[in-house]
């Protein structure tokens, strides 16, 4: 599987940039975030009990926004 980078926060700065790739996977669409461990204790307890094998993270909406265009290119949106 390789990871295809899509954008990063635009206001982030060097090492701390929550980022937004997409996978190959042939399986299914996945995408994998680059973002701040959540380690709120409200944000926690809000979300309940998280497997061992996951972990919370916070990625801003500017970052999400990189999700939106890859999808609406690939379903032809906007045309």
């Known amino acids: 599987m ?22 190959d ?16 204790p409200q944000v926690l307890a809000d979300v309940g009990p998280v497997p061992d094998h996951e ?3 916070e990625i801003p909406e500017e970052v999400l926004k990189f999700y939106a265009r890859r999808y609406q290119q690939e ?3 906007g045309n």
């Open 55 to 57: 972990t919370l993270i």
């Open 75 to 77: 379903n032809g949106a």
């Open 2 to 23: 390789h990871a295809e980078f899509l954008g990063k926060d635009p206001e982030s700065t060097e090492g701390a940039s929550p980022t937004l790739f997409a996978t």
């Open 25 to 40: 996977r042939a399986d299914r669409v996945t995408y994998v975030a680059q973002g701040w461990k959540v380690t709120d």
